[in-house]
């Protein structure tokens, strides 16, 4: 399933290593998201796919996503 976001998440999202390949529908490359408060700050499991994504941030014990199309894949989609 391909998964549609707005141009300007794609615009914003200047440090993708993986070629935007999850909006080709590679679940894959796409850090499980834990939790996320108001739509706006997405938590990512520890063990998560990439450590090394300038995307993900640490934040105490888990981290933070701030890939604005992460995070909009998952405000739609939920996944």
Do not use: Q, W
């Amino acid at each position: 399933m391909k998964f549609k976001v707005s141009n300007d998440a794609v615009r914003n999202t200047t440090k993708c290593k993986g070629g935007f390949s999850c909006l080709e529908g590679d679940l894959e490359c796409l850090c499980s998201i834990d939790d996320c408060a108001d739509g706006k700050i997405h938590f990512v499991s520890p063990g998560s796919n990439d450590l090394h994504c300038d995307y993900k941030t640490p934040f105490g014990y888990s981290f933070t996503c701030t890939c604005p199309v992460r995070k909009e894949i998952y405000n739609i989609y939920r996944v």
